[in-house]
């Protein structure tokens, strides 16, 4: 079945740790555009890997068609079966590869494959991957014809469950018989009917979601960069190879952010301290100056083996029981949760969208947002490097309720995917864990520390959190774990809906309560309620545009109160923009509580949170 494959073929893929790159030593071709499409019937087992669909062209499919990559597939027609399919997908795509290109090693790159992916090179599997937020990539170098046409296919699986990361609930409802005298019928679903609901607010969103590569590298090549730069200067490099020993035969080179080169050493591994630092500053507290370090590998004849470039800040993150420090100074996270989401290509990465997104937030006077519910499209983090945006970076652990031993192996794949790609990118200020888990549960404490463990073993520069939902200051089982706590609150909308006067005693109430116990940094993470754009009501009711803003000011004044007793060091909206949801009866058309539209237009709210961002960041 399905769901057994899923679980058993995980850890298969390879880990990427570096962006691709064109520079004098390597390349890459981007294979955005129209791929054949054939989708499988819906949860009907694994039909198309049986029958070995990989082998064949799937234009000769009578139910082909065409999808665009990067594009999540269920938007792109006017039927819910498309929308809400279940089960496999089929992309193929003809690739000539140049007989220029036979000096290189070839590797077949996705950005994002949502939720399992099976990849096929010239009718032969090179790889498996599990989850569908963070790049992987398998080496093809073999299986390549040169000067020839070469068959690129990918079967990608949706299917959630209890056993996969985000968890869902997924159960066969056709096949339970009641035997009657009176009627014919045995049950009241179909033979084969099954339900599956996310144990998430958001759409599941599945396909080629980002950019596929081939990515040529030469025969020897820069594996990964790790860099430790703090904001005085203290900076710490260390290069690794493909099956390769670089000593002696590395150069590093350290470029200001004009260009001009301030440090050379002759080691793959090392540190040093350089003078006159500008540091990365995120919005409102200086400049988000980015430095260079670009690594060389030469053979014993000092020819150019491979090259690479690095971007990077010197920054220090440093953290207390207060609130979180950037390069010494005190930080106050003023921005959103948001979705990678947009009409039409869903989570499909797109360019305009990104550069739309990160333009409203400077207009907003924003300094931060989190990656809510899942890492991010790399392009999205490096331009929060360049326009000095903080980034906490968030596993795609949203809403778990179930913590058995594999799921925690799956959990920490991610966590390592996640922080080798992100490491170097200085706006990334915390790691999150999960969202909204049910920690109120025992074995939560094991199964966490597990993970925080290892985030601190991979990174000891960065905090780490989780976001805090259903679990309560009194029941949780794992905030003392952690190095700063954030915390979603919708008093006024989920809670005691309506009244607006008792939002900042409750507020105050219940944060007051989180530092008392654990004595931590508290972030608020979510807070907020649903408008429908255009819906004016006065007096305010639920889902009227004038509730909204009311809530968020009546909230705003318990955020005033918090700040002054240093209880809480940074608050986020939720959410950026109306985003799409699974159908439920609390969501009409997705979830509407964006203080933008879902293209991205204001409502009356986002005029009340400019003005107090705008004005938070210039203190």
């Not at 008392?516 to 305010?540: C, N, R």
């Not at 007793?565 to 609390?586: H, L, P, Q, R, S």
């Amino acid at each position: 079945m399905i769901l057994r494959i899923l679980h058993l073929l995980s850890f298969l893929s390879i880990v990427c740790a570096l962006h691709v790159q064109r520079n004098d030593k390597r390349t890459f071709d981007d294979l955005s555009g129209l791929w054949t499409f054939v989708r499988e019937t819906t949860n009907t087992g694994d039909i198309g890997i049986e029958n070995k669909w990989f082998e064949k062209d799937l234009r000769e499919f009578k139910n082909h068609t065409v999808m665009p990559v990067p594009c999540a597939y269920n938007d792109m027609a006017a039927d819910a079966e498309l929308r809400d399919h279940v089960g496999w997908v089929w992309y193929q795509r003809n690739e000539i590869i140049s007989q220029r290109d036979n000096d290189f090693r070839l590797f077949l790159r996705f950005e994002s494959a949502q939720y399992f992916a099976v990849v096929y090179f010239n009718g032969k599997e090179v790889g498996r991957h599990v989850g569908g937020h963070l790049p992987f990539q398998f080496e093809v170098t073999k299986q390549v014809k040169f000067g020839a046409k070469n068959v690129i296919t990918v079967a990608v699986n949706n299917t959630l469950s209890w056993a996969t990361i985000p968890q869902a609930d997924f159960n066969y409802m056709g096949n339970l018989e009641r035997n009657t005298s009176r009627f014919e019928l045995i049950s009241r679903y179909p033979p084969g009917f099954f339900k599956m609901v996310g144990l998430f607010d958001f759409f599941n969103y599945a396909g080629l979601l980002r950019t596929v590569y081939i990515v040529k590298k030469p025969k020897i090549f820069i594996d990964d960069i790790t860099i430790n730069a703090e904001h005085l200067g203290s900076f710490k490099w260390d290069v690794t190879s493909d099956g390769y020993q670089l000593k002696q035969q590395c150069i590093v080179y350290l470029y200001d952010p004009d260009g001009k080169e301030v440090l050379q050493e002759q080691n793959c591994t090392g540190s040093s301290q350089v003078s006159n630092v500008r540091p990365w500053w995120p919005r409102g507290m200086g400049d988000p100056d980015l430095y260079t370090l670009k690594v060389e590998i030469r053979a014993a004849d000092a020819s150019l083996v491979d090259v690479y470039n690095e971007e990077f800040g010197f920054r220090t993150v440093k953290w207390d029981n207060e609130q979180i420090y950037i390069n010494d100074r005190p930080f106050y996270c003023i921005g959103f949760g948001m979705h990678e989401d947009f009409e039409i290509h869903g989570r499909g990465y797109d360019a305009a969208v990104m550069t739309k997104d990160m333009n409203l937030f400077e207009w907003m006077g924003a300094n931060c947002y989190r990656t809510s519910h899942y890492p991010y499209a790399e392009e999205r983090i490096k331009e929060s490097d360049r326009r000095g945006i903080a980034v906490i970076l968030e596993t795609p652990a949203v809403g778990l309720k179930g913590f058995p031993k594999a799921n925690q192996l799956l959990h920490m794949q991610f966590v390592e995917e996640m922080i080798k790609r992100d490491k170097n990118h200085p706006a990334v200020i915390m790691w999150s864990i999960s969202n909204e888990p049910h920690t109120e549960k025992k074995e939560a404490r094991a199964y966490f520390k597990a993970l925080i463990d290892q985030a601190h073993t991979l990174d000891p520069t960065r905090p780490v959190t989780i976001v805090y939902g259903p679990s309560n200051y009194d029941n949780d089982q794992t905030a003392d774990l952690l190095d700063v706590i954030c915390v979603n609150r919708y008093y006024g909308w989920y809670i005691d809906m309506g009244f607006l006067e008792n939002i900042n005693r409750s507020v105050v109430y219940d944060l007051m309560l989180w530092k008392e116990k654990f004595g931590k940094a508290i972030l608020v993470t979510e807070y907020g309620a649903d408008s429908l754009d255009g819906l004016t009501q006065e007096p305010a009711v639920d889902f009227s545009e004038q509730y909204q803003d009311e809530l968020i000011r009546e909230t705003h004044k318990a955020f005033d109160v918090l700040r002054a007793k240093k209880v809480i060091g940074g608050e986020m909206i939720w959410n950026f923009a109306d985003f799409m949801t699974g159908m439920t009866t609390t969501r009409a058309v997705g979830n509407h509580k964006g203080v933008f539209t879902r293209t991205r237009q204001p409502k009356i709210a986002a005029y009340t949170l400019r003005k107090r961002y705008l004005g938070l960041l210039q203190q």
